[in-house]
């Protein structure tokens, strides 16, 4: 602990030799005052307190479940506050929370959900059918429209059942419902109803394992443990998430133990973590694969149109290098444009780097002396990447000029197909492989420039398909054509890297797979509280 | 006098109707707040519910005339990110750049002006060059870099202060510190001169040769007056010190109206900016305002001319 260390060092001065002037008596009183003052702000001297260093501003919409946009920042906040039917949990994806189990019909228009006995909310009301078609009904957020459109019905058979009336038949019900949005995650009836919703995104209650205490807007939530929570009794009483924009600061503020995890800390500043003594790297691989699309390559005027261009900068890609430099080796290198930890997830061969082989292509498709390959546009955000990546494809005689965009810009303009020649695209939205497809390869996709009948014909075929193992083999065979064509040249799945201070014993990171944040919160534990 | 202070109301009120028009329609050139709110692949059904739901959706002018509809009953609107009142925000983080600002002006002022006098009276010595050397490093030197050595140095080698966020007196230290050396560097330098000027006047000629002594001339014959533009700068200061203070809140985590700027512009947060920079506005409007009618009710010759 740093308080005591200064202590210990400035004690020879303090208590020395009969030679020590007034003058080191003065100043180390001082000193001894100082750091006195300012360990009372340290997360160490919080009993069973873990403090978290957040590099976002949290903002009250999280609290609310109703309004879940398409991110996963929400979520940040709703393993704490909420609890969901289904939800993604260490080792199985949905897991049974507030439901202890659910069940479809044969024909795949019904799903019904077994509610578990004795939840409660923080206000001691009991988790009942009505809160869980209250908190379907009342949902806004992503996909809310969807959702809706193609759920006719919810039904109360029994204050311990909850059933689900489809339209058509969805297979993807339960990953929109569990994880996709935020329409599973359940809410109190009553309180609702009496507080409105602006008064439960200032007091909100919830059925997670930590109770909301206070909220200042910018600066920290302050959350405490909600017991009996269900799951089981949490080891870490209060939660304190304290809003550091800076990551210098918060790597400071992790240094000096005021908080016991730093969250995203990247390039040098996670290697001094790798090299502060009590402190760990955390890194988390999430479920948002980098990639670099060819816009043009339905376009036959294009040098993007023939495959072998495609390929050859795929190939150019020096993965290990980029990862080792950008990411301390952390990011998973991929050779698919989608997530690894998503359903029906198809392995590629793993990726290779041979910039040979990319020449040879290039000679081939008749340009050995490379050619110019117009604009490279990224998210100003990872122009690092963007850059070395256009290394590795000048390297090869793919030339381009790098043009970084601030982020909102850049999203606007590649889901408005304004981008040409190459764009560094990437997506972290929730879902499964047949959401991603939807989004980014078959045609009316917001991020498909063109599209193959082929995988659209596929994509219809999954669509209406309920047996799993033949819905699966579709999706797979789909991801191999995206992968044999070339579509995108997939970089890596990018891991956010996190710091943990001494204190902490379990941190949560990565325990939910293709999840970046500390959860689920029960699992967290202090080594010394 | 009544006739020039309405007319200086006008001035005001015609600055804070152009400021309003400006920060509306520049703010909206920075793009579509929508697609930050919305994770990348996020529909476009997602985008104009987001659009609808904030009232994007209008035509701007629309949009404009419900701003200063809403602005004339007192109402800065609602936060997109924060989804709170702008006025309950604004006022929440109040204190803590009030608390900051005086500060950080108390100790720009402390050094500011000591070392300005120090190097007017001791012009050309060693006092004078260590007096400018502060001053030239004081400006030239950016806050965020002064902040984040300062928070290698005191938090991260000796441990002595944190690194971050309020709630202390030593929390203040190192934003204040950050925060009020510029200004301090400004004092010093408009101090130094202030002075030089007025030593070199008759009247203080005049009264060395009656004999005072030097510590009467300095203090109380040439300070009085060498002080009077250091302090109206100082009162201005104090109001940008309030709501100006962007990249010490943010490198230092300070829960301030500056740190909610950025996180308004971070976000593409409209209200946020429009509201931080209108009461910002207000303030700097209303101190000009206060000093105009001050020196015309000292001087008459101002409200004569005018």
Redesign the interface.
Known sequence: M??S??GSELSPIASGPATATRRDFLAAAA?GT??G??G??RAADADGQMTIGVHI?L???WFDPAET????TPFLVMYALHDALLKPMPGQNPAPCLAESWSATEDGMSYEFVLRKGTTFHNGDPVTAEDVKFSFERY?G??H?TMKERVVSVEIPDPQRVRFNLMTRWPDFITFYSSATGAGWIVPKQYLEKVGD?GF?RAPVGAGPYKFVSF????ELILEAHRPYWRKAQAVKRLVL?????E??RL??L??N?IDIAMSIRGELAEEIQHSPGLTLKPAVGSAPYWLYFPEQWDPASPWHDDRVRRAAALAIDGPTINQALTLGFSRLTNSAFPENFEFYWQPPPPVFDPEEARRLLAAAGFPNGFDAGYYTCDAAYANLGEAVLNNLTAVGIHARLRPL????F??G??DKKFKNIVQ?????FGNLATRME??VVKGG??AYGNYPELDELFAQQASELDRGKREAILHKMQQIVHEKTIYAPIWQLAFISGVGPRVGQSGFGLIKGFVYPAPYEELTLTRA | MKQYIVKRCGYSLLSLFLLSLTIFFFVRVTGDPATLLAEPGASEADIAKIHHQFGLDRPLVVQYALFMFKLAQGDLGQSFYYQTPVFELYFSRLPNSLLLAVVAMTFSLLVGIPSGILAAVRVGTFWDSAGKLFALLGLSLPSFFVGLLMILFFTVYLGWLPSSGSGTPLHLVMPAFALGWYFAAAHMRLTRSSMLEVLGSEYIKLARLKGLPQALVIGKHALKNALIPVLTLAGINLVLMINVAVVVETVFAWPGVGRLLYEGVSFRDFPVVQGVVILGGCMIVGVNLLVDIVYALIDPRIRLEA
Not at chain 1, 425 to 429: E, L, V
Request: glycine content about 6%.
């Open positions: 740093r308080s260390d200064a000193a100082l750091s003052l300012a009372s702000a501003s903002a009250p919409a946009a398409g991110i996963i806004r992503a996909e429209t602006d995104k200042n807007p910018g600066v304290r809003v550091i924009p800076d210098s600061t400071a503020a240094k000096r005021e601030e982020r909102a810009a999203f606007k590649y889901a695209g990437a997506s972290g939205a989004t980014f917001v991020y």
